[in-house]
């Protein structure tokens, strides 16, 4: 199975600040990539896919980079609304997998 | 609008089944293939399985940890997806989503999720 390794697992940072989160997988996956954004109590929401497209309807502050083994979300501004988990996940092999999450806080 | 919801959810002695369902709206349902994720509580997610459509003659896969326990099945004509959960242990306690694999390939749209506990 593909092994995503997301780092870190915790993050604080204040309003405005740019945040990082970085996913790396154990084996080559192309820019078979997504990025998901998960609020306290609701189901997860996509935000990125093909490693750097961002879904429909998602703020520009979110992006994504990255192919291969090594891949980055990017919040270029936090906002209060961010407070949350956000996960890669891997689609190019069978079993779809899921990194172990960044959780943001402010 | 699409609308995923999950039912079925409830408590469960070890060694039990539980079936969950998902009623889809919105959306061609026989056109897309479907996933079920599930989340333990307090960590992260864990993908399932999925099911792909009729043209793909309905094939499964699923992840190696319910592999011959968990079934996924579906019925285009009710526009319903459905998890079979057999041999239930405690580590199955989880809230149990219902995706939509969307045409770009990631999931797209999530239920709100169900809640299985299995306790004795």
């Known amino acids: 199975d593909v092994q995503l390794t997301q780092s870190p697992s915790f993050l604080s940072a204040s309003v405005g600040d740019r945040v990082t989160s970085t996913c790396r997988a154990s084996?080559?996956?192309?820019?078979?990539l997504a990025w998901y954004q998960q609020k306290p109590g609701k189901a997860p929401k996509l935000l990125i896919y093909?490693?750097?497209t961002l879904q429909s309807g998602v703020p520009s502050r979110f992006s994504g980079s990255g192919s291969g083994t090594e891949f980055t979300l990017t919040i270029s501004s936090l906002q209060p609304e961010d407070v949350a988990t956000y996960y890669c996940q891997q689609i190019n092999y069978y079993p779809v997998t899921f990194g172990g999450g960044t959780k943001v806080e402010i | 609008e699409v609308q995923l919801v999950e039912s079925g959810g409830g408590v469960v002695h070890p060694g039990g089944s539980l079936r969950l369902s998902c009623a889809a709206s919105g959306f061609t349902f026989s056109d897309h293939y479907m996933d079920w994720v599930r989340q333990r509580p307090g960590k992260g997610l864990e993908w399932l399985g999925r099911i792909r459509t009729k043209p793909n003659r309905y094939n499964t896969e699923y992840a190696a940890s319910v592999r011959g326990r968990f079934t996924i099945s579906r019925d285009d004509s009710s526009n319903s997806l459905f998890l079979q959960l057999n041999s239930l242990t405690t580590e199955d306690t989880a809230f149990y989503f219902c995706?939509?694999?969307?045409?770009?390939?990631?999931?797209?749209?999530w239920g709100q999720g169900t809640l299985v506990i299995v306790s004795s």
């Open positions: 995706t939509r694999r969307g045409p770009n390939g990631p999931n797209d749209y």
């Open positions: 093909a490693a750097s």
């Open positions: 084996q080559g996956i192309r820019s078979y």
